[in-house]
Every structure is written in C-alpha cells, then in structure tokens.
C-alpha cells in the first residue's frame, strides 16, 4: 500500500441512553442498490436498526424495545438477512422479523438461567448458538413458521462464556470465556455436539477472560482477544491457524487448532472486541477508547507468520470501545460501538503525503 | 452456612481528621481543576460497610494512600484491604467502591479495584470478578444487589 493509511471518522450515530455493547450489519444490504443497514444493541434495553439513506448518512429506522427486560447484549442477523436475533441479560434471547418499517418479535428463545451474552447463527441460517453466565453454551435448530427446537445445550466451561461464533463456512462452533479458554464445538452427526478442542490450557493459550474472537474470511484462521494481568508482557491479541495438519481431520473434516501469533505489547486495558475484514485487516476495540487495526507481514516471514499494528485510531470514542465489525460488504468500513452510547462509522482511506 | 456476620467484631479507627480544603486563589477561571489523590479518597471514605455501622475509612477497609491515579492519564487505581481474610463481603464493598467513582468522577475516567496483595483468601478471583465491566454491570441490573449497594453509599451523599 501507498502511502499512509488513516481511519477517518464519517458518522456519529447517538440515540440510545445507555451504553451501546454491540453491532451487526446486515449481510445482504450494501450492495445491489440494498442501502446498507447495521443493528445496535445497549444497556438502554433497545436494539436499533440505522440504516443508509441516499446522503450516504445512517439514520435510525427503527427502534426495537418494550421485549426485553435487561440490557441487550449482542445482536446477529441470520444469512438472508431476514432475521435479527438478539441475546440480553434478561436470559432470553429475542427473533426479530421486519415487517414493512417495524420489526416484530416473532419468537423468544428461553433456557439459559441468567445472562446470555452472546448469540449467533451458522452460515446457513439452520442453526443458532447462544451462551451466557451459567456458562452453557446452547444450539438451537430453526424448525419451520419461525420456531426453534433446542438441540444441545454444551456444559464444559468452568465459567461465564463471553461470545460464540461460528465458522464462515463448516459447521463449527467456538466459544470464548471468563475461564481463559477457547472451545471449539463439532457435531459427531444426529445433534450429538461435543467439545472437539480446547485452546488454553497449554503455554500458548490467553491467562485471562477471553471477549471476543473474529475468523478470517476464508475460515483458516482466527483472532482472539483478552486482557492479561501481571504480566511484563501484555499479550492480548492471539492469532490461530488451522490451515496446517490435514492429517488430523476427522470425520466432518474438522482441523486442530495452532497457536500462531501473539501480539504484545499494543493495549493496556481490556480488548472487548475483534473483527477481520475480507481483506484481511484486523480491528480491535479497546478499553482505552481506541482503535487499532493489524495486518499480516507479508514480507520477513521468519519464524512463521507474523502480525503488526497498521495504525492505532486514539480517543476513537470519549469511552471504552465494545465492538467494532467491518461492513461485509465494503472492506475500507468499520463501525464501532461505545460506552459513550454512540456508534462510529468509519473509513479506511489512504491519505496523500 | 455460616449465619450472622461474618466478621462479628472488627477493629474499628479513628477517622483522620478532616481539613477544610482552603479555596485557592482563582488564576485561570477556565482551568481544570486536576483531581487529585484527597478528593478520590474524600468519595469514598465514607462509604458504609456492607455489615456494619461503621465507615470505609473507620475499619480502614481504605486509605488515602491506598488510592493510586494520574489524573492526566484518567486512571485511578483503588485498593482496599477486607477486615477479616475469607470475607464475603469482599465484592459488594469493591462494587460499592466502583459505583461511588463511576457516579462522582468525570467519565473520561478509568477505575481499576482491587483487594490488597495477600488480605483475602480468593483475591484473585475477587479482582477478576470486580474489574469485569460486564460482569459489573449485570450485577447492578439486580435489584436486591443495587438497593445494598445504595444504601452503603447513602452517607456519602451528604
């Protein structure tokens, strides 16, 4: 790349009251003439729904509230883009359906016993995984007319699981949690799901609460995020690969997991959030208000691959920074979200010398 | 379960005295004042104990030096030290501690709480459970939590 490359800031969008947790773009819009539209979900216990006008400018569309009973803490749209799902600490976890300009609550998945903090659906849109503070992880099937069947509930954290995502393509699920570790979910066939792999409890795993995690997009690897404490070294972003040993599939083609890279050094407060873009620039969203953005080193590959910071975005927000996911559909756009009860629209741009 | 309290006679101090802070000749009307160690202290001093009527800084569960910040740097660091080793109580005052700070310093500010290095049989996880914001605030989402929490800092306000 020529050049400097800066993270210029297009749009504030304020209105929600309380801290905004998370996001979600909408997979199907921003393209085909489709206006780009994004989900935010807070502590104000709404989600709202922004959404691209003609001026290029976000505004808010619509606001969903009056369902949930606590904080909205994470939000995802199926593939089609049809549906919204959204995990909040009233330990349900609400289906959204839009209807003309308003959004409908059509089902509400119940069983965690208190706070779910996660919520994602699988590349087809067949399966849905949620987690939460009783430290389950759930996988709920959609059956026909909008209702969903639970099909396993995972018990193997020794703690409350932060976030759950699954593989852009297999049907593999991760979950990151308060207990350090990462675990990833297969399915022995016929809903029989078990804990394939556990990232953590070897030298090379995070030694405190994993947040969040982000795959790359052609699903070889992915990032993790965490705080460390006492140590020298902060090490706080972890890169994993499983591109290496085809040997050891088994079954459903599943592949351990690597350790590849950490990266030290860089925060020194809590990574709440991850996001690889398609072209393979990695986001972070800090407890320093910050912004950083990674690459790969494509050059001076000595001891394997290797990751530095491409530029830090200070006072991104005025507080901690809990989400940050890259538009899809546009790689060079990143939005974020905040304690401040905002959210950012921003764009890579390269900036002339 | 062990009923009734759990640290049923705890040593109790004197308050420090407290100094009438003078006002300082005003110079620039539109500077910040920079908080300082005093002022952090003075919004929690007198938090109330979660089992008993007495203050933070009487069971000298806090001191002033046991506040850290750089105010430049927006960060404070507030260590607190339990009366008795295995107190359960330990993660109500440091959540007391964390919502006096959050209400009463600029937001702008970062708030790490932790209990005094070897004071408490589980500090670690103590520390891990007080300094997770989300953690944090699914807790003040409890209603029953939140009234015990208020009323410690109830007489803090005045």
Excluded at chain 1, 36 to 56: E, F, H, N, P, Y
Excluded at chain 1, 287 to 300: I, M, S, T
Excluded at chain 2, 77 to 84: A, D, L, Q, S
Aim: hydrophobic share 35%.
């Amino acid at each position: 790349m020529d050049g400097k490359l800066e993270l210029r800031e297009t749009q504030k969008l304020e209105g929600h009251s309380d801290r905004v947790w998370s996001l979600a773009w909408n997979p199907v819009t921003g393209t085909g003439g489709v206006p780009a539209m994004l989900a935010s979900c807070s502590g104000d216990k709404t989600v709202r729904i922004w959404q691209q006008g003609s001026s290029k400018s976000f505004d808010c569309t619509a606001v969903l509230e009056e369902t949930h009973t606590r904080t909205v803490r994470s939000c995802a749209w199926s593939p089609s883009g049809k549906l919204l799902a959204t995990a909040s600490f009233d330990a349900t976890t609400g289906i959204w359906q839009q209807i003309g300009s308003d959004f409908e609550c059509v089902a509400t998945l119940e069983g965690h016993e208190n706070e779910v903090k996660s919520v994602a659906w699988n590349a087809s849109g067949s399966l849905i995984a949620t987690c939460g503070r009783d430290k389950s992880v759930w996988i709920w099937e959609m059956q026909s007319g909008n209702e969903f069947e639970c099909i396993s509930v995972l018990q193997g954290h020794a703690q409350d699981v932060k976030m759950v995502q699954w593989h852009p393509f297999a049907d593999v699920l991760v979950s990151v949690s308060y207990d350090n570790s990462i675990k990833v979910w297969v399915e022995d066939g016929d809903d029989d799901w078990h804990c394939a792999q556990s990232l953590g409890e070897s030298g090379s795993g995070h030694t405190s609460t994993v947040w969040a995690l982000s795959f790359s997009e052609c699903g070889n690897r992915m990032v993790t995020c965490s705080k460390e404490y006492d140590c020298s070294d902060d090490l706080t972003l972890k890169i994993w690969d499983t591109s290496g040993n085809p040997s050891q599939t088994s079954g459903d083609g599943y592949a351990p997991w690597q350790h590849i890279c950490t990266l030290s050094g860089c925060h020194d407060r809590t990574i709440f959030s991850v996001s690889w873009s398609s072209e393979g620039v990695i986001a972070s969203g800090a407890g320093d208000d910050a912004l950083r953005l990674f690459v790969e080193n494509k050059d001076n590959v000595v001891d394997g691959p290797s990751y530095s910071m491409l530029l830090k975005k200070d006072k991104a927000h005025a507080m901690d920074v809990n989400s940050v996911q890259w538009n899809p559909k546009d790689p060079q756009v990143l939005a974020s979200a905040s304690d401040d009860g905002s959210v950012k629209i921003w764009e890579l741009v390269g900036v002339s010398q | 379960m062990v009923t009734g309290l759990i640290n049923a006679n705890p040593v109790v101090y004197e308050r420090k005295e407290r100094h009438l802070r003078s006002s300082p000749v005003v110079i620039d009307e539109y500077a910040v004042e920079p908080i300082d160690q005093l002022e952090i202290f003075e919004h929690v001093r007198d938090i109330k104990d979660p089992e008993h009527p007495y203050s933070l800084e009487e069971l000298k569960v806090v001191t002033e030096d046991s506040i850290e910040l750089d105010d430049q740097q927006s960060y404070v660091r507030v260590t607190f030290t339990p009366t008795v080793e295995h107190c359960s109580m330990a993660t109500v005052i440091g959540l007391c501690l964390r919502v006096k700070l959050m209400r009463s310093l600029p937001s702008r500010y970062k708030v790490d709480i932790r209990v005094a290095p070897g004071t408490h049989a589980t500090e670690a996880a103590v520390n891990k459970q007080l300094n997770d914001k989300e953690r944090v605030a699914a807790a003040l989402e409890n209603p029953r939590l939140l009234e015990m929490v208020d009323e410690c800092l109830a007489a803090t306000y005045i």
